[in-house]
T-cell receptor, first 110, second 115 residues
């Protein structure tokens, strides 16, 4: 199957860390991605991880991959108001198709 | 230039109209995509072009007709649409690398309203 699941909403206080979770079902995924979508805008690729990696860090972003449990997470350190957006995880399947998760709306509390 | 541009930004059309959405990239990417995104939902793949040839059609109704005139341009021709086709239409492109596209760059989208 190609289901990619995420929690719909997350609220975090400004300055705290945000952790957005994603579960996927297709073990043949080659790459897993995190995209950010601000209101009325297209999708911006934040980061991606190859399926044979466990962790990737890029400035405030940390991606953790548990391939056994098919669980992906995105941690945003020191969350800012500009981080308010919908975050989609996605998996890349053979044949170049991207399958997106349901999206998590991140709200920052001042 | 690391941008994917889309025109128009907004489009309102009647069910009998014919219109086209346009997408352009100058990154030398050889794969281009059309996605449809309904409100509060993830993008859904419609079409993939690879080296200017249609490689994936996700069972999209024939009232949507894609065209790739050259490696930089991708069009989506619209005819006899239904109100439920109202959505954000996103274009994306990626570099072909050994059969797997690592990164897709998305345009800002065209918000389509069908009356």
């Amino acid at each position: 199957g190609e289901d990619v699941e995420q929690s719909l909403f997350l609220s975090v206080r400004e300055g705290d860390s945000s952790v957005i979770n994603c579960t996927y079902t297709d073990s043949s995924s080659t790459y897993l991605y995190w995209y950010k979508q601000e209101p009325g805008a297209g999708l911006q690729l934040l980061t991606y991880i190859f399926s044979n990696m466990d962790m990737k860090q890029d400035q405030r972003l940390t991606v953790l991959l548990n391939k056994k449990d098919k669980h992906l997470s995105l941690r945003i350190a020191d969350t800012q108001t500009g981080d308010s957006a919908i975050y989609f995880c996605a998996e890349s399947l053979p044949g170049k198709k991207l399958t997106f998760g349901t999206g998590t709306r991140l709200t920052i509390i001042p | 230039d690391t941008e994917v541009t889309q025109t128009p930004k907004h489009l309102v059309m009647g069910m009998t109209n014919k219109k086209s959405l346009k997408c352009e990239q100058h990154m030398g990417h050889r794969a281009m995509y059309w996605y449809k995104q309904k409100a509060k939902k993830p993008p859904e793949l419609m079409f993939v072009y690879s080296y200017e040839k249609l490689s994936i059609n996700e069972s999209v109704p024939s009232r949507f007709s894609p065209e790739c005139p050259n490696s930089s341009l991708l069009n989506l021709h619209l005819h006899a649409l239904q109100p439920e086709d109202s959505a954000l239409y996103l274009c994306a492109s990626s570099q072909e690398k050994a059969g797997a596209s690592i990164e897709q760059f998305f345009g800002p989208g065209t918000r389509l309203t069908v009356l």
